[in-house]
């Protein structure tokens, strides 16, 4: 007898490009996040590798970040039984339905993202049509899975909405045939911003590597990024407008320890920015501290994490092989 399930567990679907190691932006704004809903969801987490060549790549290198991409996701907690942890090319039909959506996706639609406007000044000698069409390789991602919920970085909200366009699209043309997906966004850790700009996003392309905490960074160095990190001639630790730098800090403060902005005013009231910034570099180190030290043991075993790659992407295939399916019979293929 066909079981019926009438509480299925709702679906998410998030993605990390092995294009550096990951920094606490990436961490706060969205990893975090991932570990925080396995329990609730079903869960299904991406190394983006398709995605990472849109910008040129060396191949040792790329190929040694996945490798260390995955062992931080394992790493950090997430239980590749529960959820499925994987490599995005170990699964071809992201790649596939991602040209099928491209058919369904207008050029002018693409032209008014701004990753796209702002990495194609950044790579001028290298604007690619993959960097044009990556929001579509994205929504594949998505839609495959049929995910409900994207948690990400307030920087990727405009390719979902873009992702949910195309979703809408092809239910309106074919019937119902994939979820449309929300955004699931941490309001303080949205956006985590440069130590060395705050007006700028914590990037891993910033080429000043005291921009930005790798989560691989020793203690030392965390705290010697902080001490540095640029913030105002004004005195007072308080999180308010045109204290952007501080504000930063307050939010990096509270992420890695639980407390409040009040509590935090309150704690640093009298102290000074140098004492506040060696406590924020010291909370974040004691925060990635596990993590590290877990790493730490994975990466030295090639064959945990092979075999871990192995079974997410077994997952990942099952999971997808009825969707791509509908996909073809509805635009019209011959489905054998
Ligand atoms: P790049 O800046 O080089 O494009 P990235 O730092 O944005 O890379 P991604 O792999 O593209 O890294 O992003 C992984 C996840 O981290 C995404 O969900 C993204 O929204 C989130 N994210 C990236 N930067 C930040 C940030 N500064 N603050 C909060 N979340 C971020
Ligand atoms: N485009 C994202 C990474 C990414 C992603 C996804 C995030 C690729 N596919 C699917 C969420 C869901 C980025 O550059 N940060």
């Known amino acids: 007898m066909k079981q019926i399930n009438n509480n299925p567990k709702k679906k998410i679907f998030s993605g990390i490009q092995p294009t550096n190691t990951p920094h606490i ?21 991406s190394i983006v590798d398709l995605h990472s060549i849109t910008v040129r790549q060396d191949p040792a290198k790329l190929r040694k970040q996945i490798m260390e991409s995955f062992a931080l996701l394992i790493a950090m907690g997430l239980d590749p039984e529960k959820s499925t942890v994987f490599v995005q090319g170990h699964n071809p039909r992201h790649a596939e ?37 990556y929001p579509v390789l994205m929504a594949a991602d998505i839609l495959l899975y049929q995910a409900d919920l994207v948690p990400v970085g307030i920087d990727q909200k405009q390719h979902l909405e873009l992702a949910r366009n195309i979703a809408v699209r092809f239910n309106n043309a074919y019937g119902e045939t994939f979820t449309v997906p929300e955004p699931y966004i941490s309001k303080s850790t949205a956006k985590i911003m440069s130590l060395q700009d705050p007006f700028a996003k914590m990037s891993k392309s910033d080429e000043n590597p005291n921009s930005s905490v790798s989560v691989l960074d020793d203690r030392d160095t965390i705290i010697r990024k902080f001490k540095r990190a640029v913030t105002d001639s004004d005195k007072e630790i308080c999180y308010k407008e045109g204290k ?23 704690e640093f009231d009298g ?32 064959k945990y994490i092979n075999d871990l790659m192995i079974l997410g992407a077994e997952k ?21």
């Open 25 to 45: 932006g990436n961490y706060l704004g969205a990893m975090k996040n991932w570990l925080k809903l396995q329990d609730e969801y079903e869960c299904t987490y």
């Open 316 to 336: 990942a295939q099952r999971a997808t092989f009825k969707t791509l399916k509908k996909v073809h019979k509805r635009v019209g293929f011959v489905v054998l």
């Open 271 to 302: 102290k000074g920015y140098g004492d506040f910034k060696i406590a924020v570099g010291e909370a974040v180190s004691d925060m990635l501290k596990p993590m590290q030290e877990r790493f730490k043991e994975i990466i030295k075993d090639k």
């Open 97 to 133: 339905l991602s040209w099928i959506l491209s058919c369904y996706t207008q050029f002018g639609e693409l032209s008014r993202m701004t990753q796209f406007k702002d990495k194609s000044k950044k790579n001028s000698d290298n604007i690619n049509a993959g960097l044009f069409t």
């Open 244 to 266: 952007d730098g501080i504000n930063n800090l307050i939010s990096i403060y509270s992420a890695a320890t639980d407390k409040s902005i009040e509590q935090i005013e309150k």
